[in-house]
Nanobody, 121 residues
Framework: VQLVEPGGGLVQLGASLGSPCAAL????????LGWFPQAPGKEREFVAV????????SYGDSVRGRFTISRDNTKNTVYLRMNTLKPEDTAVYYC???????????????WGQGTQVTVSS
């Protein structure tokens, strides 16, 4: 499966941003889908994952209450809605697909190319 992330952008402190990720080549409902941002010089971080059916979600501590993950299996797309953005949210955001819902990036088999999100103060 190929993951494509056309979103990202430059926003100001406190703004909101939506980032979609489209799964091409195979039905997305086969996979759990997650988002893992990586800032320069830092390890890839878990922020959100959604189960195959979309019935279960999980979030990292740094984004819980601000970010929302959702999916539309009819469109093979997962979405990350980011509210109340902070400068420390600045990173390249990677979409990932795996067979299990997990907060560990090493369990995911497929990755998008990443999209840059920059939050200015």
């Amino acid at each position: 499966v190929q993951l494509v992330e056309p979103g990202g952008g430059l926003v100001q402190l406190g703004a909101s941003l939506g980032s979609p990720c489209a799964a091409l080549g195979r039905t997305s409902s086969t996979y759990a889908l997650g988002w893992f941002p990586q800032a320069p010089g830092k390890e890839r971080e878990f922020v959100a994952v959604i189960s195959r059916s979309g019935g279960t979600t999980s979030y990292g501590d740094s984004v819980r209450g601000r970010f929302t993950i959702s999916r539309d299996n009819t469109k093979n797309t997962v979405y990350l809605r980011m509210n109340t953005l902070k400068p420390e949210d600045t990173a390249v955001y990677y979409c990932a697909a795996g067979f299990y819902s997990s907060d560990s990036w090493s369990t995911y088999s497929y990755w998008g190319q990443g999209t840059q999100v920059t939050v200015s103060s």
